[in-house]
């Protein structure tokens, strides 16, 4: 071949497998770009920024029903995993929205997550976002369920105690006027109707507490409170009842101690613990309260050697109208809601109450308590503050 002729051939040759490779790498890079896409498919311009914000948990879906943005609260709720949507309910949701195009809002009892076994109340709304993507949203009714259920059944349980009393009251004056001639007859069922209404009054009293302190999850205007001066008070009250029973209180330990909260309540508090070790213990013996503390806890102890409770109760005594013998209890006028009264006044200062227990030998009910800063400790640490 001519040297003339190579050269072009060479430059043709050249230019046809440069093109060749730059064809390629461009087909690659868009093939690559495609992929990208759907790999990472978007949502619409500003949802993005809104869902972020949302509190509610809210899920977009593509066509694909493949998850393609979440708020961290749909990961709370376990609704979504994997991509995909937990519960085959709200696929079914997504699906008929998707097919007849209106936006549908339900309630629903779900799962906790695939495998979880807590049961979720829901109210789900699920909307078209745009023509490709649909959005859900989920709002956690489950805490405001169970408060309705409480309540429902907080209802019921009063009726039920009310009756009691009051029938026997009605029961009474029925024998009071048929036993008008024989005074001693008079005296004893007057004796009795005193006693139900005494019963009667305790029990509105308490449930009037009680309902004053579920209303406040929290005080609302804690001062410094000291202890010492709470026990003090709470043996004040009981100081009748207990000699009438033949019990000695004693009382020692930490002094000093101080919470924060409202001394009214945490009063009444340790006064049920004292009512009822004063109430479940034979003569003659003994009640103790003492007090011990860390650098952060008060704890106040409440013992006695009364009748105990038995192991299988234990963990019901904090229940509203839980007895463990419901006849010694009525017979001594318990309400049943002494404990539920102490439950809920700790956990309104932030503690809680434990109970130990053995029949036949005697329980120690422990409060405990956060230690408050006192007002020494809070100025010398604001100066290190300042300084
Ligand atoms: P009650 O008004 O019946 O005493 P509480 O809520 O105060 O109601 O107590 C619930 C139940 O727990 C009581 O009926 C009793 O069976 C049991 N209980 C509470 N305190 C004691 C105690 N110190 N010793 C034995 N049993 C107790």
């Known amino acids: 071949m001519e040297s003339a002729l190579l050269v072009p051939l060479a430059l043709l040759l050249g230019a046809l497998l440069g093109g060749g490779a730059v064809a390629i790498i461009i087909a690659a890079v868009r093939r690559g770009h495609r992929a990208a896409q759907v790999a990472t498919a978007t949502v619409p311009d500003g949802v993005d920024q809104v869902i972020d914000a949302l509190e509610s948990a809210a899920v977009v879906l593509d ?3 493949t998850v393609i943005k979440t708020s961290p609260g749909a990961h709370a709720l376990g609704l979504v995993w994997h991509r995909t949507l937990v519960h085959a309910r709200l696929v079914e949701l997504v699906d008929r929205v998707r097919r007849y195009g209106d936006p549908v809002t339900e309630d629903l009892e779900l799962t906790r997550g695939p495998l979880g076994d807590a049961q979720l109340r829901l109210s789900v709304r699920v909307a078209p976002l745009g023509t490709r993507y649909m959005l859900l949203i989920a709002d956690d009714r489950t805490e405001a369920h ?6 429902r059944d907080f ?3 009063i009726s039920h ?3 009691t009393p009051i029938g026997a009251v009605g029961l009474l004056a029925e024998a009071l006027e048929h036993a008008s001639d024989d005074p001693d007859q008079v005296r004893r069922f007057a004796e009795r109707m005193k006693t139900e209404s005494a019963r009667l009054a305790a029990m509105t009293q308490e449930i009037i507490e009680l309902s004053r302190l579920q209303a406040a999850n929290a005080l609302t205007d804690p001062s410094e409170v000291e202890v010492d001066a709470v026990i003090a008070a709470a043996i004040d009250k009981n100081r009748v009842a207990a000699e009438a029973a033949g019990i000695q209180i004693v009382s020692g330990g930490a002094k000093k101690a101080r919470v924060m909260g409202d001394e009214g309540m945490l009063v009444t508090a340790v006064h049920n613990l004292v009512a009822n070790a004063i109430q479940y213990s034979q003569k003659p013996s003994r009640v103790g309260i003492g007090v011990s503390m860390t650098d952060d806890i008060v704890e106040i102890a409440v ?3 009364g009748v105990g409770i038995p192991d299988e109760e234990l963990d019901r005594v904090f229940e509203r109208f839980f007895r463990v013998d419901q006849a010694r209890s009525r017979a001594t006028g318990g309400t049943g809601l002494g404990l539920s009264i102490v439950k809920h ?3 309104n200062h932030g503690g809680d109450v434990r109970v130990w227990s053995q029949s036949g030998y005697g329980s ?6 956060p230690r ?3 007002s020494q400790r809070a100025s010398t640490s604001k100066q290190k503050v300042r300084s």
């Open 161 to 163: 105690e009310l009756k």
């Open 345 to 347: 006044v700790v956990q």
């Open 146 to 151: 169970r408060l309705e259920a409480v309540r």
């Open 63 to 65: 066509s694909s029903n």
């Open 303 to 305: 013992t006695d050697q």
């Open 372 to 374: 408050a800063v006192s």
């Open 364 to 369: 120690t009910f422990t409060i405990r308590l």
């Open 155 to 157: 209802v019921a349980n």
